[in-house]
Each structure stands twice: as C-alpha cells, then as structure tokens.
C-alpha cells in the first residue's frame, strides 16, 4: 500500500510560481510511475505532468508544457512540480497518483491505483 501526501499548494498572483510535493509513505517510489492531475470546479479531473521513477523519463500535458517541471528527490522519496508562469487557468485541486510503471498510460487517471488527497492552488488574476 502506498500512501500519498501532497503539499505546497496555496495563493498566488497570475505569472507567479509554486512549487508542489508528493510523499509516499509504506514504501518507496522506485517501481512507481508518479502523477500529478487537477480538478477546477466545474470540471473533470485532468492530467497535468507524470515521471517515471526508474528513469526519469517525463509526461506533460500540452497546456502546461514549458511552464511546469515536474522532478523527483531519490534522497527524500518526494516528486515535486514546479509550476511557473501560472495563470488563472490554473486553479484547481492538484492531486498526486501513483501507478506501477508500465501498467498502463501515465495520461490517463484509470491506471493510477494510488491517491493523495489533493492541494488547492489559487491563481489570482
């Protein structure tokens, strides 16, 4: 069982930046592809970026490429998204998932077994 916990989320001004981290807890990231999706208000959950622990390789949805990194500490078992140049399209709860890599397209939210509880970003215009 792998236990996710997000952090870093908060309020900030449109162009700004915030930088969100996932922690697991039960056991380490190393066979895991990690997730990060969002859910505004209204609307449903979407996938923003993903990495594969094994070799670092990257997925970012269009909307956010250029302006979102997302990384992983190997020393602290956390992956973290830097997000900059936010915009007001930002807004939303952004979760943290966790799928064992290869068992499925990091795209889409159904291969993700593993959940955290979400972090509420604000983007102020």
């Known amino acids: 069982q792998v236990q996710l916990v997000e952090s870093g989320g908060g309020l900030v001004q449109a162009g700004g930046s915030l930088r969100l981290s996932c922690a697991a807890s039960?056991?380490?990231?190393?066979?895991?592809?990690v997730g990060w999706f969002r859910q505004a208000p209204g609307k449903e959950r979407e996938f923003v970026a993903a990495?594969?622990?094994?070799?670092?390789?990257?997925f970012y949805a269009d909307s956010v490429k250029g302006r979102f990194t997302i990384s992983r500490d190997n020393a602290k078992n956390t992956v973290d998204l830097q997000m900059n140049s936010l915009r007001a399209e930002d807004t939303a709860v952004y979760f943290c998932?966790?799928?064992?890599?290869?068992?499925?397209?990091?795209?889409?939210?159904?291969?993700?077994?593993?959940w955290g509880q979400g972090t509420q970003v604000t983007v102020s215009s």
């Open positions: 990495i594969r622990w094994t070799d670092g390789y990257t």
């Open positions: 039960g056991r380490t990231f190393s066979r895991y592809t």
């Open positions: 998932a966790a799928q064992i890599s290869w068992s499925g397209s990091p795209y889409f939210q159904q291969f993700y077994a593993y």
